[in-house]
Nanobody
């Protein structure tokens, strides 16, 4: 089992930055990801980071603005979000996968990010 706790969401003006954190406990995680869900929309992939070999992946909508990273010693994954726009407003969810391949099995409770224009 893996437990995930997100933090760092909040209200920010367009053009601003936020850093989300997701602390994991329990079993070792091979891959972390961030997803988001805006009101009335489907949940969408934002970014992922794989442990070995280290590799990252981003949705086209956030490339060049968001950076995903992980601190293995702290068992924490981060999402640095820069140049935020109102379209980034959503609940952001941290997800984790123990296996090398497959679906993300574990999910956090979500943290709200609101970007005002």
């Amino acid at each position: 089992q893996v437990q995930l706790v997100e933090s760092g969401g909040g209200l920010v003006q367009a053009g601003g930055s936020l850093r989300l954190s997701c602390a994991a406990s329990g079993r070792s995680v091979h891959a972390f990801a961030w997803f988001r869900q805006a009101p009335g929309k489907e949940r969408e992939f934002v970014a992922a980071i794989v442990q070995s070999p280290i590799n990252t992946d981003y949705a086209d909508s956030v490339k060049g603005r968001f950076t995903i990273s992980r601190d293995n010693a702290k068992k924490t994954v981060y999402l640095q979000m820069n140049a935020l726009t109102p379209e980034d407003t959503a609940v952001y969810y941290c997800a984790a996968r123990i296996a090398i391949i497959g679906e993300y099995e574990y999910w956090g409770q979500g943290t709200q990010v609101t970007v005002s224009s």
